[in-house]
């Protein structure tokens, strides 16, 4: 029997640059799509959608410009990575949580009765190892949002979800949302 001898290495830029030279991984960079956009709210640059006889799911990268609340919800998980790889310095980002699933949600929205603590907004923090990565469950109202700032790079953030997964949105005209006391 032949002996194959593995020497393991750390991991590292050099080593991760042939891995995608040789098209055997792929590292979550912004793409520059998501880092040009001029759009208003941003962008969303899908990385790849898996083919559905595998249990079909898409990844993407999202260039957020969207400085005004529009809530949405899922009807199923998605997976938010804020990952930044080269340590750009971006505006901040905001995720805005309602604290009750969509039903309970559009009641109190239909009845006039949301108020200030019906609402948690996180400030993202990149690259930390307990926060900087999770799902959001399904039927969880929220959205991102960052500042008007035009001096930074808009901030950039991953997404991994269902490839047929719906954003339904949430409209909220009679709501007026401003965040206070910025971090």
Do not use: W
């Not at 030279?21 to 640059?45: E, H, N, Q, S």
């Not at 953030?157 to 719906?166: G, M, P, R, T």
């Amino acid at each position: 029997m032949k002996q194959i001898t593995l020497k393991p290495i750390n991991a590292c830029e050099k080593v991760f640059n042939l891995l995608e030279k040789k098209k055997l991984v792929r590292t979550l960079k912004p793409t520059r799509k998501a880092i040009i956009t001029r759009t208003k709210t941003g962008t969303v640059d899908i990385l790849y959608t898996s083919r559905k006889n595998f249990g079909s799911h898409r990844l993407m990268c999202i260039g957020k410009r969207n400085t005004k609340v529009q809530l949405c919800y899922h009807k199923d998980n998605e997976d938010l990575f804020f990952l930044n790889p080269g340590n750009i310095e971006y505006k901040p980002l905001y995720l805005v949580f309602a604290v009750d699933k969509i039903d309970v949600f559009l009641k109190k929205l239909k009845d006039d009765e949301l108020k200030n603590s019906d609402f948690i907004t996180v400030k993202i923090m990149y690259n930390n190892i307990n926060f900087g990565f999770f799902t959001v469950l399904k039927n969880t109202v929220h959205c991102e949002i960052t500042t008007e700032d035009n001096n930074k790079q808009h901030p950039i953030f991953f997404v991994s979800e269902s490839s047929d997964l719906k954003n339904n949105k949430v409209p909220h005209k009679n709501l007026k949302f401003v965040i206070s006391g910025e971090l």
